[in-house]
Structures are given as C-alpha cells and as structure tokens.
C-alpha cells in the first residue's frame, strides 16, 4: 500500500521523487517523506498527511542532489506523524531507509538493538531495519553486506530501499516475499526504482521486476542483481507500453469518473485478439491450457478479496453453468488458514487489480504446496500473482488509479466468461453451435455499457435523491446477487455510507425488519429468469414503506410502476447482465461522493493494493 521512489543519476533527484511519488498517491498513505544525498550528507523532509504537506515542506527547506529515495506511508506501526513517516535514519546520520511491509519479528530485533545501546527516533518497525544496517556498517561492513545480513535477519513480507552517504555511488533495493512490487526502471547514466510502474513510467518503458528474495545494486551506470544470499541473478528486461497520458484524468473531475468512462475502451481492449467472432472461437494464450489439462480440471477454486471476490461469485455461476466444473469462490485471507480440499486436478484460479496482495499471493503459494495448478487473473503487467503461475489472463485495461475498482472489476467478468467458454470446448460440454452464440453475445458489451454510460445525468439525479441517507439496502439473486454485493461496496468505499447487501431471498429471514421510509433498498431486477422473484422482493419492500431504487432493463413499465427511482440499463443476456448492470451502481456511488464532498479517488483509511495482512 506504501509507495516507493529511488533515483540515481545526473539530474536533480528530489522533483523526480516527488512527482513520482504524486503518481503512487492512488495506494493510499498518511504521511510522505525523501531523503536525497546533498554535498556528500543526506538530508530528510518527511510529513504527515497529505503529499501537498511534504511538497510546502521541500518549498519552504529546498534540497537537492543526483541520489535520492521517497516514500508514502499507510501506518501500521506507530500513528500516522511526522516522527513515524518514512525515510528512516540511523542514529549516525549516514544510513536510511524505505520500507513496504511488516517486519514480522520487530519486537525481538527491537530488544536486541535496545540492549546494544541503540535509540529509536519513532514507533515504526522500520527503524529496526536501518539501525540493523548501520549496526554491521559501525561493526566494518560494507553496505551491501550490512543489507544482506539485515535483510536474512526480517521475517514477514518486504520491500526495502536503502542508501548511505558512506557509499554515495549507490542504492540498494530489495524484494522479500509478497510485500509489494520492486520496480527497477532503466535509463541512459540514471535509474529508477519504485514499488509501481506509474511512478517512473515518463522516464523508461525498460523496467525491472525484483523477485523475492532479490537483491539490486542501482547506480548510474548499471544495475546488478542477486539473491538475498549473494547468488547472482540474470534479470529480465521487460518492456511496458503504456502512455503516460493514461494515468492523467483528463476532462474528468475524478479518476474514478475517468475509469468508469474508460470501461467501454478497456472491454474492447479486453477482447482485442482474444475473440474470434466470425469462427466464434476464444484465445487465452498465456494461460497454457492444454486439451489434456482442460479436461483433467475437477474443481477450480477461485482467490480473490474484495471486489475480485465479487467477481470471483460471477464467475462461480458462469464456469458451472458453461464449463460444468464445481467452482468455489473463496476470500483469500481465510483461504490459508482453513485447511482447503485441493489437490494436482484443481486448479487455483487468483484475481487481483495489483497482482501483489499479500492475502491473494499468500493463497496461491498455499494452494500450490497442496499440489493444484495456478492461474492468476491481473491487470499490472509483471506482478507477483503474474509471474508465479502457471498461466495467466491480462486484464487489459491500463492503470486504475481510483482506490474504489471500476474497470478492473468489469475486465475479469468478460475474461471468466471467456474462460468458461473456452474450457467447455475444450471438455466438450458444449456444442460449436452454443459457443458461437455464446462467443457472438459478447460483441455487444462494449456498446451496451456505452448506453449506461450515455444515461449519467439520470444516475445523478437518483444521487441527488440519495446523498443524505444513512444506511442501504442492495438486492439481487442469481447473477446479479453479486452486483448487489459490489454495489453496496462501492457506496461504502467512497460515500462513508453504511450499505448491506443480500441475496434477495434472504430479505425475509431478517433483513426485512429493517425495511422503513429511512432505508432505502436497491433492487437488481433486469428481466432474466429471477425477474419475477425479485418482483416479488420489491412488492414485499413497498409494502414495508420501503423507498426502492431499481436496476431494470429500458422500457419495463411494470418495474417502473412499483417503485420510487429507476436505473436504466440495456437488455443484455443474461451471462453478461453484471457487466451492464454494475456502471449505474458505479455511478451512482461516484455522485453520491461528489456530492457529499468527499475524496473520492483516496477514501480514508483505504489502500488501492493491499500489501499486508
């Protein structure tokens, strides 16, 4: 969730970090500090808050140097403060330090470090790692070996980035475990390193990924690269495509507004060269599936948190009705610790916006020791979730800056159903007859979430309707009970208001006690095969003194008829209804936030890509 920007080189280091860092404030932080090599000492700015804080600071007390590293904090030691924001120094004023992650064992280091006579300047258990470095460097060793023995010391996940006026020529980076990505970007006589793309993206499309347990020396001139342990490493050199101009926003007030616009073109993306509609035919190439493992799959477990959980639900549905292979969805976190039935005919399948949560990776790495088969579905190229499976599926829709998933929750809802197509042609569990229909049906996507884009001002104006209230109710069944979930998330997220979402049937076994004037209740009711039902869930809200906000498909007058506000959507089949039904849901938590005046692309106390548990 912290974010991470080093530079070495001959420009001026601290503007790359700060502007580097204005790139990362999408993860989600309370503080902000750099610290820059300046006439052979280094000098730290660092602040709580917002990065604007950290920028008045370098304004008011300029530094500047060829060698610096930056940083945005996400407290999990220590109160969000200016004492407790990174870079870390040590005591000499010759080391410091950046860090993503928890250091597992900080109490034990911190006990020894304490008895040795050391002083901490803060309440994080970063400082442990800096004061273990200038420890050895005061015991004679250099910085590279100091790092290594500090960094074969830390339990627990890490990313960390480490410099000493002792070595001006350098900066050490490293990766342990599923702390977040380590990105190096490569340039002519300077470097780059951040824990995302977007933040060096203006600067080198060449880029770096540091495994785990990875070890880089970054200097102007090159970059060098082994294990924790010493072991040299050939890196791969990858080259990333993306136009800076895309993580701009544009016309659009908000990055989220931007994203939700932008689903029409990443939907497109995501079925460029994937799709053949005149054979109707489906290629996952980087998936590696094989006639022979298609059909040895019995069960596929899906891994996901959050809004990928909520995909991971639709794609459940579509994997058993087209595929016919049981599919369980499972929150990743609580995946680990519940002793899961899988075995080598199982196949773990992750979804992941940053391809680095750490409760996701962990998942996988535990359903890999138990002998299934990985795949990951992500959208950052190069990520953790990416490399360490088997196959994989790219999301394709660029970077998503908004906190609150828009895009990259749509984009995998197209690569399941396309998944499910192709592993039932593969089985033979459907005919070329049904998969053309199948394969033909997903032409129309991008068109119709461009018709609930079309509708704004409406989703607007039920916002208008909406913004006081306190508390909501979201509906749906089948399909779409996940998009109630997903709905009643987004609210949360970005309005601060209190939303719970139910599969509509179990609205009478309790949550119909709440139903009154003061709770609203939204209700997913497209025509589809639960179309009645749900008819009959809105009757039931009504005669409570329920205000009910539908979902239904143009020109359905009897939805109209029964309740208070309507959300128009397209017909749309069914199999792809949560791919539609979803934008006005998105919409409608966007205006609320805007009009209650809130953050809406950095709501409090979240973090776009969640590196600890």
């Not at 006579?117 to 200038?134: C, H, R, W, Y």
């Not at 490399?387 to 906190?403: H, L, N």
């Not at 709501?603 to 600890?612: D, E, F, H, I, M």
Request: aromatic residues 4%.
């Amino acid at each position: 969730m912290c974010g991470i920007v080093g530079y070495i080189g001959e420009q001026d280091a601290t503007p790359i970090i700060l502007k580097g860092l204005k790139k990362l404030e999408y993860r989600g932080y309370d503080s902000a500090g750099l610290a820059v090599l300046t006439n052979g000492h280094i000098e730290v700015r660092r602040d709580a808050g917002k990065l604007a804080n950290l920028e008045h600071l370098v304004d008011e007390t300029p530094i500047h140097g060829r060698l610096g590293i930056g940083h945005t904090r996400w407290a999990t030691h220590g109160e969000p403060s200016a004492r407790n924001a990174h870079p870390h120094m040590g005591a000499t004023g010759k080391v410091v330090v950046v860090h993503n992650g928890i250091v597992e064992n900080f109490i034990e280091l911190k006990e020894e470090l304490l008895k040795g006579g050391a002083k901490f300047q803060s309440d994080t258990d970063t400082e442990t790692i800096v004061l273990l470095v200038e420890k050895y460097m005061i015991a004679g060793d250099d910085l590279e070996t100091a790092a290594r023995k500090t960094l074969s010391r830390l339990k627990g996940a890490h990313g960390v980035v480490i410099f000493s006026s002792n070595e001006p020529d350098k900066i050490i980076a490293a990766r342990i475990g599923n702390a977040g990505g380590v990105v190096l970007g490569l340039g002519e006589g300077e470097n780059y390193i951040a824990s995302d793309i977007p933040a060096i993206m203006e600067h080198t499309r060449r880029l770096i990924f540091l495994e785990s347990r990875q070890m880089a020396i970054v200097k102007r001139d090159g970059v060098t690269i082994s294990t924790i342990e010493g072991k040299p490493v050939t890196p791969q050199v990858s080259s990333i495509a993306w136009d800076p101009v895309a993580a701009e926003k544009g016309e659009y007030r908000h990055f989220m507004q931007k994203e939700i616009h932008e689903q029409v073109r990443s939907l497109n993306d995501t079925l460029a060269g994937r799709v053949d509609f005149e054979e109707g035919t489906i290629r996952l190439p980087q998936l590696n599936l094989t006639d022979e493992t298609a059909r040895s799959i019995n069960k596929i477990v899906m891994l996901a948190c959050g809004t990928a959980w909520h995909a991971g639900m639709v794609g459940k549905i579509l994997l058993e009705r087209i595929a016919r292979i049981p599919t369980s969805n499972e929150i990743a976190s609580e995946f680990r610790y519940a002793d899961p039935i899988v075995d080598t005919h199982t196949v773990a399948m992750a979804i992941s916006q940053s391809g680095e949560t750490a409760d996701t990776l962990a998942a996988m790495e535990e359903a890999r020791k138990r002998g299934a088969h990985l795949w990951s579905i992500v959208n950052a190229i190069g990520s953790q979730a990416m490399r360490v499976a088997d196959g994989y599926i790219s999301m394709q829709t660029g970077p998503e800056i908004g906190v609150a998933s828009t895009k990259a929750f749509t984009a995998p809802l197209v690569d399941l159903y396309m998944l499910a197509i192709l592993l039932a042609d593969k089985r033979g569990t459907i005919d070329a007859a049904q998969r053309k229909a199948l394969v033909h049906d997903l032409r129309l996507v991008p068109e119709l979430v461009g018709k609930c884009l079309d509708r704004e001002k409406e989703v607007e104006a039920v916002a208008h309707e909406l913004k006081d209230t306190h508390d909501m109710l979201y509906l749906g069944r089948g399909i779409n009970m996940p998009i109630a979930y997903e709905g009643a998330l987004k609210l949360k997220e970005i309005s601060y208001i209190h939303a719970e979402a139910y599969p509509a049937g179990e609205m009478k076994h309790g949550p119909i006690a709440l139903v009154d004037k003061n709770m609203p209740v939204l209700a997913l009711a497209t025509r589809d095969q639960w179309y009645e039902k749900m008819i009959s869930q809105i009757e039931q809200a009504k005669a409570r003194g329920g205000i009910v906000v539908a979902v239904a498909t143009e020109g359905d007058e009897r939805v109209a008829s029964l309740v208070d506000k309507v959300l128009w959507v397209p017909e749309t089949p069914w199999m792809l209804s949560p791919i539609i039904n979803v934008i006005p849901l998105q919409l409608l938590a966007y205006h609320i936030a805007c009009l209650r005046g809130l953050d809406v692309d950095q709501p409090r106390n979240l973090a776009k890509s969640v590196t600890v548990e």
